[in-house]
């Protein structure tokens, strides 16, 4: 029986992230974030793949045409709608969920070979990421840090990871990168914190002997 804290809780319509995805175009683009591309050799190439505040699909689009199953969750319906689009441009087929991921809502322990997420923290969902992984499964994730409010957006210290946090997010998994510092976004400067880290896995092959 599945645990009902962990079902998908309604969402009310509108969602404030509307506007922010109304234009024609996209409004990051189509391409993959650089920090998940980057890291593309270590990547799996099969099983289930979950991208956190998916927004207008383009980091769940290139997963999915990587061969992962890749469900995308995300608050905006307007956001959702894009990437729908973009599946379909790209000849892919991604689940989409419309579900306000700052409600309580947790993914499925273990569940997932690949977790995703950029520019968005909910503090009590980061902290319940590592579990939601499978065993020898990877966690890449990217989002803003303190002092970008000299920056720009965010300002809210909710939605800004303190100094290491990320990184002590992260401390029961196996580091395989890890930045924290000033980045480039869209030919501006910005404070960011970023990781890749595995969900040790003593019976998988290639992490055997305490490196994964």
């Known amino acids: 029986m599945s645990d009902p804290l962990r079902r998908p809780p309604p969402v009310a319509a509108p969602s404030p992230w509307d506007d922010r995805y109304r234009g024609a175009g996209y409004r990051y683009g189509t391409a993959a974030n650089g920090w998940l591309t980057a890291h593309a050799d270590l990547l799996p190439a099969a099983g289930r793949a979950l991208d956190l505040a998916c927004g207008e699909g383009r980091d769940a689009v290139w997963l999915a045409t990587r061969g992962l199953t890749v469900e995308a969750i995300d608050a905006s319906p307007v956001a959702l709608a894009k990437g729908r689009r973009l599946a379909s441009a790209s ?122």
């Open 91 to 212: 000849g892919v087929t991604v689940t989409w969920r419309r579900l306000d991921l700052q409600s309580g809502w947790l993914p499925e322990p273990s569940g997932y070979a690949l977790i995703t997420c950029c520019n968005f923290l909910h503090r009590p969902l980061l902290a319940a990421l590592p579990d939601c992984l499978a065993p020898g499964g990877l966690l890449v994730y990217t989002t803003y840090r303190t002092g970008q409010e000299r920056y720009g957006h965010p300002t809210h210290p909710d939605h800004l990871l303190r100094l290491d946090e990320l990184r002590q997010a992260c401390s029961t998994l196996t580091l395989v990168a890890y930045e924290e510092g000033e980045t480039r976004a869209r030919g501006r400067p910005a404070l960011r914190g970023q990781v890749v880290a595995r969900r040790r896995c003593s019976t998988c092959p290639r992490w055997r002997g305490g490196e994964g």
